[in-house]
T-cell receptor, first 110, second 116 residues
Framework: TQLLEQSPQFLSIQEGENLTVYCNSSSVFSSLQWYRQEPGEGPVLLVTVVTGGEVKKLKRLTFQFGDARKDSSLHITAAQPGDTGLYLCAGAGRDDKIIFGKGTRLHILP | NAGVMQNPRHLVRRRGQEARLRCSPMKGHSHVYWYRQLPEEGLKFMVYLQKENIIDESGMPKERFSAEFPKEGPSILRIQQVVRGDSAAYFC??????????????FGPGTRLTVL
């Protein structure tokens, strides 16, 4: 069974600080996606990474896909209260079925 | 440009009743996915449908749960004889082709089912 482990599970930091959250697996994924979910809403796709070693930037967010395509990280620079939410990683596995991690719940304190 | 729509947003049922959750995909999308999310959990795949066909129901319990996506109208996730353990948020997503490495699936706002 392919699993995605996200860490940390919870993170609370002050506005302006930097942070990194992780998505790890022992399995290879053909792609990984990062979503943000706000309370009472569905997940919204932030980025898809496909190539091992790929780095994608979305304003203050930097996403990296591991060389072996087993892990990914999300780095946020100068966090803002608007970044608060549940960050989910999801991988396309062997049969292209999408598997989700349990998420990192991020809270940015003003 | 309407996104994926789900209704109701909140549904309360007593044990033993039936729950019907509806999902209207984005315009032009013929692929629909249902997921369940428990508190502090990620989304768990339940079923994947195309118009009038169930493609993959490997994540859906074999008893009490069923799904359909008729030629006309929304996709329906039906839960018969609900139990407290069915309480969760149910999300629908749609895509214009099979969601895989390169395709994006768009999520609806979810239906929060509470079983009393």
């Amino acid at each position: 069974t392919q699993l995605l482990e996200q860490s940390p599970q919870f993170l609370s930091i002050q506005e302006g600080e930097n942070l990194t959250v992780y998505c790890n697996s022992s399995s290879v994924f053909s792609s990984l996606q990062w979503y943000r979910q706000e309370p009472g809403e569905g997940p919204v796709l932030l980025v898809t990474v496909v190539t091992g070693g790929e780095v994608k930037k979305l304003k203050r967010l930097t996403f990296q896909f591991g060389d072996a395509r087993k892990d990914s990280s999300l780095h946020i620079t100068a966090a803002q209260p608007g970044d608060t939410g549940l960050y989910l990683c999801a991988g396309a596995g062997r049969d292209d079925k999408i598997i989700f991690g349990k998420g990192t719940r991020l809270h940015i304190l003003p | 440009n309407a996104g994926v729509m789900q209704n109701p947003r909140h549904l309360v049922r007593r044990r033993g009743q039936e729950a019907r959750l509806r999902c209207s995909p984005m315009k032009g999308h013929s692929h629909v996915y249902w997921y369940r999310q428990l508190p502090e959990e990620g989304l768990k795949f339940m079923v994947y449908l195309q118009k009038e066909n169930i493609i993959d129901e490997s994540g859906m319990p074999k008893e009490r749960f069923s799904a359909e996506f008729p030629k006309e109208g929304p996709s329906i996730l039906r839960i018969q004889q609900v139990v407290r353990g069915d309480s969760a948020a149910y999300f629908c997503a749609s895509s214009n082709s099979r969601a895989h490495s390169y395709n994006e699936q768009f999520f609806g706002p979810g239906t929060r089912l509470t079983v009393l």
